[in-house]
């Protein structure tokens, strides 16, 4: 009886892992879906912004451009985080350089 019990118990278990995992990456991906969209909407006030406003958070508006114009899946915030933080990189090298 014992033995029935394991063999049971056994084959159960790893497809109630595999559903687990499942569910896992799905969960995932739907949030990852929604955060990018929140993201988009964020990129559509950027795009309301005038040049000053935009360069004082280190952007420009090409990069806002850039970042609507990713596919629908990629989330637009990715782009401009890397943008402003290169031009901050470079905006600190250049003083270094210059001292």
């Known amino acids: 009886m014992n033995t029935h019990g394991e ?10 892992a595999v559903l687990a995992a499942v ?4 969960t995932s991906q739907g949030l990852k879906v929604i955060r990018a969209v929140e993201h988009r909407r964020a990129v559509r006030a950027l795009g309301a912004l005038d040049d000053h406003m935009l360069r004082d958070i280190g952007l420009t508006r090409g990069d806002v451009r850039d970042a609507a114009a990713e596919p629908p899946w990629a989330d637009p915030s990715v782009l401009l985080v890397r943008r402003a ?3 901050r990189a470079a905006a600190w090298l250049k003083t270094r350089r210059a001292r």
Request: aromatic share 6%.
């Open 23 to 26: 569910l896992l990456h799905v």
């Open 7 to 16: 063999l049971r118990t056994a084959g159960v278990a790893p497809f109630g």
């Open 85 to 87: 933080v290169e031009r």
